[in-house]
């Protein structure tokens, strides 16, 4: 009994002495890195597809929780990537719309490419 006591004890301190605030926590995991938008949706959707797969069994094991805990770090990787490159993207096709609007043949055209270009990675 004094064994298990001290066990839960320690496991208590240890747990409160390596507690820290959500922007404090440490990186112990590496997620795949996503340096292309092409890279980043390939790892957001099959990390998806993984997550998915975990979540649907009725209860999670402490391993799949594991598992869970890994993907994340891809995923936030890739829907950082993700996010950047929408920024640009929303900013490219602010240039189409203003062309649109003053029948700039030339910037509709090149800006418009070069949005559907970037667009087509994630939806075709």
Known sequence: ??????LAASILILGLTT???ANERPDHFKGKSANTLR??????????????EILTKESLTPEELHTVHQLTYT??????????????LAETLEKVHVASET??????????????????QVIK
């Open 1 to 6: 009994m004094k064994k298990s006591a001290f």
């Open 19 to 21: 507690f820290t605030s």
């Open 39 to 52: 890279e980043a949706v390939i790892n957001f959707s099959e990390h998806n597809a993984k997550l998915e």
């Open 75 to 88: 995923l936030e990787t890739a829907l950082k990537k993700i996010n950047e490159e929408f920024v640009e």
């Open 103 to 120: 029948a700039d043949a030339e910037v509709v055209k090149n800006q418009g490419l070069r949005y559907l270009e970037t667009a087509r």
